[in-house]
C-alpha cells in the first residue's frame, strides 16, 4: 500500500523551466531509488533521470545539463528541475520508486503520470 502522487507540470514555451515534484507515502520500509521516465506519443516509455539512496544520480544524454534530479529524504520526495525546455521534452513524467516495504521485500511502484507540454 504505497503512494506515489505527482505535482508540478504544465505547459511552457521553449526556453522556459518546469519542476516536477513526487511525495512517496505508506507502507515504506526503505527507498532504494526514485527517478523519473517520460513517454511522448507514439513513442516508448524512456528513462530520464534516477537518484539512488547513495545520492548518485543517472541522466539520459538528451537531458544532461538541463535537468536536474534532487531529493528531501525525510519527506520521502523527490524532484524534477528541468530548465531550457525544448519542444521535444513533451511528453507525460512518471515518477516512478524503488523501495522496501519491510526489511527483505521490495517492488516498484508509480505515479499518476504529468502532462509537460513544450511550445515553439
Known amino acids: 500500500q504505497v503512494q506515489l502522487v505527482q505535482s508540478g507540470g504544465g505547459l511552457v514555451q521553449a526556453g522556459g523551466s518546469l519542476r516536477l515534484s513526487c511525495v512517496a507515502s505508506g507502507s515504506i520500509f526503505r527507498i532504494i531509488a526514485m527517478g523519473w521516465y517520460r513517454q511522448a506519443p507514439g513513442k516508448q516509455r524512456e528513462l530520464v533521470a534516477t537518484?539512488?539512496?547513495?545520492?548518485?544520480?543517472n541522466y539520459a544524454d538528451s537531458v544532461k545539463g538541463r535537468f536536474a534530479i534532487s531529493r528531501e529524504n525525510a519527506k520521502n520526495t523527490v524532484h524534477l528541475q528541468m530548465d531550457s525546455l525544448k519542444p521535444e521534452d513533451t511528453a507525460v513524467y512518471y515518477c516512478?520508486?524503488?523501495?522496501?516495504?519491510?526489511?527483505?521485500?521490495?517492488?516498484?511502484?508509480w505515479g499518476q503520470g504529468s502532462q509537460v507540454t513544450v511550445s515553439s
Open positions: 516512478t520508486s524503488r523501495l522496501y516495504t519491510d526489511s527483505v521485500s521490495w517492488n516498484d511502484y
Open positions: 537518484l539512488n539512496a547513495g545520492g548518485g544520480t
